[in-house]
Nanobody
Framework: QVQLEESGGGPVQAGGSRRLSCAASGRTFTTYALGWFRQVPGKEREFVAAFRWSGSRTYYADFVKGRFTISTDNPKNTIYLELNNLEPEDAATYYC?????????????????????WGQGTQVTVSS
């Protein structure tokens, strides 16, 4: 079992920044990657970014366009998502997820199906 708890959401003005955190606990040593997804009401949950422990590789959705950065400060315990130059379209509930699958192809971590554990989410609102 892996438990995930997100924090850092809240209101921000367009063009501003926000740093989201995801604290992982439990059998974190079994994870191969952690990812961030987001969802707005009425839409499917979409991939934002992923961090694969092997090789410390990162992978981002195309819409990120260099505005967001995923990082970690210690092995498999906390992962961050730095949101910069936020746009109203970035308003969503952001979810952290953990994958127990070893995917040789990095882009596989953009798929929801490879993640077995999810946090409860943290909401980011962006005002124009």
């Amino acid at each position: 079992q892996v438990q995930l708890e997100e924090s850092g959401g809240g209101p921000v003005q367009a063009g501003g920044s926000r740093r989201l955190s995801c604290a992982a606990s439990g059998r974190t040593f079994t994870t191969y990657a952690l990812g961030w997804f987001r969802q707005v009401p009425g839409k499917e949950r979409e991939f934002v970014a992923a961090f694969r422990w092997s090789g410390s590789r990162t992978y981002y959705a195309d819409f990120v366009k260099g505005r967001f950065t995923i990082s970690t400060d210690n092995p498999k315990n906390t992962i961050y998502l730095e949101l910069n130059n936020l746009e109203p379209e970035d308003a969503a509930t952001y979810y952290c997820a953990a994958s127990l699958l070893s995917c040789p192809i990095l882009t596989y971590y953009g798929r929801r199906s490879v993640y077995g554990y999810w946090g409860q989410g943290t909401q980011v609102t962006v005002s124009s």
